[in-house]
């Protein structure tokens, strides 16, 4: 083949990596990718660009500018995988402003939850993916900019970039434009809608809504326990997406027959959560302050102020307030906000038995832990307790055996040998996650099941909900950000309450949600007891938290 021939088709294979690598579309709901056969106007604008610059200058585009336009170049292509990518995986846009400050908090998890070897092993390979896109984003500028010393080429280059770049902008205008060839959508514009979300944040004073009146008696909870328990990951999936709902039906009758064995009602709901995916500290801090918080900017704010919580709410009547956090593992100042008595982080759990997912801390043993610590003393007050479970965080699996005798749980080897074989056995899936999550709810509600039957005697009002959907690779594309609320007592005047509100008989909440969920707070307290005013409270909170950022 003539030079002339293999120049033209190395540069042809250069321009069609270098569009590819900037218009490729996510491959749902996997972190894979394909390519649909659109076009790059980048492209076109650096064919553009490197054609001008050759006709006004005489010498070829040094090699040091190449090697930094490939770098440039490697970081549009990463901005655009995670632009295409986290949508798909998280069911939302990527904030870079914010997702940044909680990757020290990430690494440390995985870090933790995954052997050293593994975790070194997928740095190496980053590095190495990283080197190898850099070399071949080097490869085809270079070929490019070569190919621009031909003035046939450079003008070819020049005239199809600009019909390209015209007929990219005549589509955004008008309908009139052909719609072929297809553009994939600027990555520039990816990184000018973070620039804007930076200085958004950056710059934002926005009033924050006053909290709902704190003001009940809470009478017709007095002599209870209030468990507050927000369930990972817990979404409307679990009862309308097709290949979930069905798999999860026994599981929720054992939960549904445990409440009905042991004397108490079950009402429900759908809300709409706050966050999607993840993000669950939105949804705690929405429902217990009665402010709708959806964005860490607005939670770091709020957690600057005076504020009353449910927390301090139940305090005033006398109840000690807890916190019961098997997933903390670092600092926690947002509890100084919500004005809690006592934490009890993973470290104070002390859990000695096998691990399982990022956690490590089966739901099970938490609740049968706390037992030990708090529900068994006696004489004490009565408690208020907030419990976001783990057991069913992402990415769902291995999910822990549940063990019906449950004093075995504090044993060394709380299963038997079999047992966790079959459950270190349901590695996640990475492309199918569906399995994995009805495992893990089906998990929590046989745990759940069983800590009804364990206090059949007690007198406990359980209020039972998500944080939010699981992320996108389960909800699938458009899902709502509704999440079930189930509310479990023997006191037929609190259920009565909300059944007037809205609320349905059993664990199967109806359409259409009742709410959103920092407005399910004052419907809860109303059950709960007698308000005295309608007028929004502001401020009188017990504490004031030094957020971490």
Not at 386 to 392: D, E, L, N, Q, R
Not at 463 to 475: C, E, N, R, T, W
Request: with cysteine.
């Amino acid at each position: 083949m003539a030079p002339r021939a293999v120049a033209l088709a190395a540069l042809a294979a250069a321009l069609a990596l270098l569009d590819a690598s900037l218009s490729f579309h996510n491959v749902w709901p996997t972190p894979a990718i394909g390519w649909r056969g659109e076009l790059s106007v980048e492209l076109a604008g650096l064919l553009l660009i490197l054609a001008a610059w050759r006709w006004r200058s005489d010498h070829p585009v040094a090699a040091g500018r190449v090697r930094l336009l490939a770098v440039v170049w490697l970081l549009l292509v990463i901005g655009h995988y995670a632009d295409v990518t986290t949508p798909a995986l998280y069911g939302r846009d990527i904030n870079v402003y914010w997702d940044v400050r909680y990757m020290p908090d990430v690494a440390a998890m995985i870090t933790t939850a995954v052997p050293p070897w593994i975790t070194i092993a997928v740095l190496v390979a980053l590095a190495i993916v990283v080197a190898a896109l850099y070399a071949i984003f080097r490869w085809a500028l270079g070929r490019v900019v070569a190919a621009m010393d031909d003035r046939h080429v450079r003008a070819g280059a020049a005239i199809a970039a600009a019909a390209m770049i015209l007929l990219f902008v005549a589509q955004q205008v008008t309908d009139r434009a052909p719609a072929v060839p297809r553009f994939a959508t600027p990555v520039v514009t990816a990184y000018a809608r973070q620039a804007r979300l930076v200085a958004g944040a950056m710059g934002a004073s926005m009033t924050l809504a006053p909290s709902p009146p704190m003001d009940g008696d809470l009478a017709l909870a007095r002599g209870a326990d209030v468990f507050l328990v927000f369930i990972e990951a817990y979404g409307a999936v679990a009862f309308e997406r097709a290949d979930i709902a069905p798999r999860l039906v026994a599981a929720r009758a054992v939960l549904d027959a445990a409440v009905r064995d042991t004397g108490r009602r079950a009402v429900s709901t759908f809300v709409d959560s706050p966050t999607f995916g993840g993000s669950s500290w939105l949804a705690h801090i929405s429902l217990m302050s009665g402010v709708e918080v959806r964005d860490p900017e607005t939670n770091a704010r709020l957690m600057t102020e005076h504020r009353d919580t449910v927390v301090t709410d139940f305090a005033r009547r006398g109840y000690r307030t807890v916190a019961l956090m098997p997933g903390l593992r670092q600092r926690w100042p947002e509890g100084a906000f919500y004005g809690f008595d006592d934490v009890y982080v993973a470290a104070r759990l002390d859990y000695r038995g096998p691990e399982f997912g990022w956690f490590a801390i089966p739901d099970q043993f938490t609740l049968a832990k706390f037992d030990t610590l708090e529900l068994d003393r006696a004489p004490r007050p009565n408690l208020f307790v907030f419990y976001p479970t783990i057991s069913t965080h992402f990415p769902f699996s291995p999910t822990p055996p549940y063990q019906p005798a449950w004093h075995r749980i504090f044993d060394a080897h709380p299963w038997d040998g079999p047992d966790v074989i079959r459950a270190y056995a349901q590695q996640p899936d990475w492309t199918h996650f569906a399995p994995g999550y009805v495992d893990a709810v089906a998990y929590t509600y046989e745990t759940l099941a069983g800590y009804l039957r364990k206090h059949a005697g007690r007198d406990i009002v359980f209020v039972i909900l998500g944080d939010h959907q699981p992320a996108a690779a389960v909800s699938g594309e458009g899902a709502s950000w509704s999440v079930p609320v189930h509310v479990v007592a023997s006191r037929p005047a609190i259920l009565d309450r909300l059944l007037a509100r809205g609320f349905h008989t059993g664990l199967v909440p109806a359409r259409p949600a009742l709410c959103r969920m920092h407005a399910l707070l004052p419907i809860l307290l109303d059950a709960l007891g007698n308000r005295q005013s309608s007028a929004p409270s502001s401020a009188a909170g017990r504490g004031r938290a030094v957020y971490p950022f």
